[in-house]
C-alpha cells in the first residue's frame, strides 16, 4: 500500500483548519460584522413597526406625568458572541462595574437577560437577581431576532421557534436565578404585529423604551451622556446595555455622569414593575 507522503498529510491537516476556521467566521460573520456599526442606528419600536401605534401593546413609557424613570440594561448573548468568547478574543461579556456603580449610588434598575447569557454566566445571573435593587427580564434565548431585517441580527422566521425561544429563556432564567421574569424585550427591538401575540400568550408583558442611550459599540462618552440627558422626560425608559468590552465600552463611564445629573434635574430612578404602575 502506498504511503502518503508527511508534508501531504500536513498540508492536508492546514488546508482543513483553514476551510473549518473559514466556515466558521462565514457563519457568524452577518452578526459579527454587520450588526455592530447597524445597531448604532437602533430606534425606537414605534419607528420600527412603520405605521403602527403600538403604545397599547408595548410599554415605552411610564407616566408622563411624574418625575419617575427606569434605566434598563441588556445583557444578550448571540452563538456568535460565544464564539468570541469561547476563542479568547473577546474577554467578558458582562461589565460588573455597572452593578457596583448602581449600587453605590443605590439606583434601581431592570436588567434583561438572555438564556444564553444567562448560561454562559450563571454565578452573575444569580448576583444580580439576588440585589434588591435590581429587576429581572427575559430578552429571549439567543437574541435572534424576530423580523429578517433587524441590523443584521440573525432572525426566526417560524412562530413556533420565536416561541420556543422565549420559552427556553424563561425555563433557563427561573431555573438558574430562582426568579421568574414577567417582562421581555424583543432582541433589536425588532417585531411584527404577531410577534406581540406570541409573548403575551405565554404571559410575558413587553417593555421597550422611548430613550435610546446609544452606548452599543460607542467609544464616545459624551455622546451618551447627551443622548440620554436630552432625550430623558417623566415616564422613561432608557435602554442600555451591561456588556463589557468593544459591544458597550462607555456605559459605566456615562452612568457616572448621567446618574448625579438626572437627580438634580429631580428625576427619581424606579424598577419597571414602579414605573409601569404608577399612575394606573
Known amino acids: 500500500m502506498k504511503k502518503t507522503h508527511p508534508r501531504l498529510k500536513i498540508f492536508g491537516i492546514v488546508t482543513a483548519g483553514i476551510i473549518g476556521v473559514l466556515a466558521v467566521f462565514t457563519y457568524y460573520a452577518p452578526e459579527l460584522f454587520i450588526y455592530p456599526p447597524l445597531h448604532r442606528f437602533q430606534m425606537s419600536p414605534k419607528n420600527i413597526l412603520t405605521g403602527a401605534s403600538i403604545s397599547l401593546i408595548v410599554e415605552e413609557h411610564g407616566s408622563r406625568l411624574l418625575p419617575k424613570i427606569a434605566l434598563t440594561f441588556d445583557a444578550d448573548m448571540t452563538p456568535g458572541m460565544k464564539f468570541l468568547l469561547a476563542t479568547g478574543v473577546v474577554k467578558s461579556w458582562y461589565n460588573r462595574e ?3 456603580t448602581l449600587d453605590r449610588a443605590k439606583i434601581p434598575a431592570t436588567v434583561f437577560l438572555g438564556g444564553l447569557w444567562t448560561q454562559t454566566y450563571p454565578i452573575e445571573a444569580k448576583v444580580l437577581a439576588a440585589d434588591p435593587l435590581i429587576e ?3 430578552h429571549s434565548y439567543n437574541h435572534y431576532a424576530f423580523t429578517s431585517t433587524c441590523f443584521g ?3 426566526w422566521s417560524d ?3 420565536k ?3 422565549v420559552a427556553k429563556a424563561q425555563d433557563i432564567i427561573t431555573r438558574i436565578t430562582g ?3 414577567k417582562y421581555f424585550r424583543f432582541p433589536g427591538g425588532c417585531f411584527e404585529r404577531v410577534d406581540l401575540e406570541t409573548v ?3 404571559g410575558l408583558t413587553i417593555v421597550h423604551w422611548d430613550v435610546v442611550a446609544d452606548d452599543g459599540f460607542n467609544t464616545d462618552t459624551d455622546s451618551v451622556v447627551r443622548a ?3 432625550q430623558v422626560q417623566n415616564g422613561s425608559i432608557i435602554v442600555m446595555h451591561i456588556h463589557d468590552g468593544s459591544y458597550a465600552p462607555k456605559t459605566n463611564d456615562a452612568l457616572l455622569r448621567i446618574i448625579p445629573d438626572l437627580k438634580k434635574r429631580g428625576f427619581q430612578f424606579v424598577k419597571i414593575s414602579e414605573l409601569l404602575t404608577d399612575g394606573e
Open 179 to 181: 426568579v421568574t421574569p
Open 153 to 155: 441580527l440573525p432572525f
Open 98 to 100: 455597572i452593578e457596583q
Open 200 to 202: 403575551a400568550k405565554l
Open 163 to 165: 416561541t420556543d425561544d
Open 136 to 138: 429581572i427580564g427575559n
Open 228 to 230: 440620554v440627558e436630552s
Open 159 to 161: 412562530v413556533q421557534d
